[in-house]
């Protein structure tokens, strides 16, 4: 059983800063990519960001300069890092990986979520 837990949530002022980590645990052959989405209330979930297992990363334009994504591959854990917050970063943030639980199967994974607000 495979399992992503997020952690590092909480509430900021604007302006601040948070890191957002994702442990995954459980039998792991190897993780592909990993993603970071999140849900504000009353709208759609969305992409953050992502990155594949060889580094690349790709984000959405309204963080693009502010959140970095990264990986540590010996530790099945993902981070955001997310600087110079903004009250419309407010949401429900969710890790999400493709992990390989063998070598012919894989499926994607997503985190309980961890909540985040920015007070102005």
């Known amino acids: 059983q495979v399992q992503l837990v997020e952690s590092g949530g909480g509430l900021v002022q604007a302006g601040g800063s948070l890191r957002l980590s994702c442990a995954a645990s459980g039998i792991i ?4 990519a990993m993603g970071w989405y999140r849900q504000a209330p ?4 969305e ?4 990155i594949t297992s060889g580094g690349d990363t790709d ?3 309204s ?10 591959n010996a530790k099945n854990t993902g981070y955001l ?7 419309e ?3 429900v943030y969710y890790c ?6 063998s070598v012919f199967r894989k499926r994607d994974y997503w985190g309980q979520g961890t909540q985040v607000t920015v007070s102005s």
């Open 59 to 61: 984000y959405a334009d």
């Open 29 to 32: 052959f190897s993780i592909n």
């Open 81 to 87: 890092q997310m600087n110079v917050l903004k009250p």
């Open 47 to 50: 992409l953050v960001a992502t």
């Open 96 to 101: 999400n990986a493709a992990i390989y639980t």
């Open 89 to 91: 970063d407010t949401a």
């Open 63 to 72: 963080v693009k300069g502010r959140f970095t994504i990264s990986r540590d």
């Open 42 to 45: 009353g709208k759609q979930r």
